[in-house]
């Protein structure tokens, strides 16, 4: 696209930009660029215009992508940039960046990089000298976040957890175990719901029967948030297909009183990813417990 774009077609920087960007003279060599999750009128206006101003539209699936760029009317080329291409193509597009090529990253849906491919381009292009901007949007983990009635900060988001049930339990022990060194915040999975029962009864196992919320086709016509515990969750995916897009958010864990049995579930929870001496000192710092107390019962209990 040429620099007599029309002026509705023209992307407006953010005020922190250079003033030639500013000015419409210069725009960024690279633009990530939020798209929506479900509705499609949920794209901004300045998304509109960054996508319509760039040279080309770097997204995940062309075909996905094409539809939302017709719903609003937009054209211009679209190249797949996904994770079995993208440290392919990396090199020729910095080199198109360099030569005063504009793009824009899209992902099919949400904010680009947030479990989605991109950033390697974004490092590079970093690492390269280049300007990078965004155009902030939808995020289906920010909102799932905001309806889930769990504490909203902290939180961390986790993304995907791996889809085999032994490492999806090693991961939930890992989160588990920095709970115990003092960790207390609302955690924030995406998960597949084909695995959403399976990985409601891993969470279960590894946290407890805490509060929760599973989130599904967010923004969409059949939008469901449903609150629970994880024990309730489980049960009612058990029995029932979830569908869609799925988002679990889970409440951080509560005020727990340390005693004999707590203690030892503490210190089994952190040996299954630590060492005896660095999962006793977790614990101990968690629970207040005497170092040398803590560190007697862990060698007992990885002896056992």
Request: hydrophobic fraction near 45%; charge should be neutral; proline fraction near 7%.
């Amino acid at each position: 696209m040429n620099e007599d774009t029309a002026e509705g077609a023209r992307y407006n920087p953010p005020s922190g930009a250079p003033a030639l960007a500013q000015a419409g003279l210069v725009l960024p060599a690279l633009v990530l660029v939020s798209t929506p999750i479900g509705n499609l009128q949920d794209l901004s206006a300045r998304a509109k215009q960054a996508l319509a101003a760039a040279d080309a539209i770097l997204c995940e699936d062309t075909r996905t992508s094409a539809v939302l760029l017709r719903a609003h009317g937009i054209g211009g080329k679209c190249i797949a940039l996904h994770e079995h291409n993208e440290a392919a193509i990396l090199p020729k597009l910095i080199e198109s960046m360099q030569s005063g090529q504009r793009f824009a990253l899209i992902s099919d849906a949400g904010t680009p990089l947030v479990s989605d491919p991109g950033y390697r381009l974004v490092r590079a292009a970093i690492e390269a000298g280049l300007s990078v901007s965004g155009v902030p949007g939808p995020n289906a983990a920010i909102l799932a976040l905001t309806l889930s009635g769990q504490p909203p900060q902290p939180f961390l988001f986790t993304g995907f957890v791996p889809p085999k049930s032994g490492a999806r339990q090693g991961a939930f022990a890992k989160l588990r175990g920095a709970e115990l060194a003092g960790l207390s915040a609302t955690h924030v999975f995406y998960e597949a719901p084909h695995r959403l029962a399976a990985f409601l009864e891993d969470a279960l196992a590894a946290f407890g029967p805490r509060q929760a919320a599973v989130c599904r086709e967010l923004t969409k016509h059949f939008e469901e948030v449903r609150r629970g515990t994880l024990a309730e969750l489980t049960a009612h995916y058990m029995a029932e297909q979830a569908r869609g897009e799925i988002v679990v958010v889970i409440g951080p864990p509560g005020d727990e009183t340390t005693n004999a049995e707590s203690l030892d579930e503490a210190l089994m929870t952190a040996l299954k990813s630590m060492s005896v001496k660095d999962a006793a000192a977790a614990v101990a710092a968690a629970t207040g417990l005497p170092k040398k107390q803590v560190y007697k019962r862990a060698l007992e209990l990885a002896g056992s």
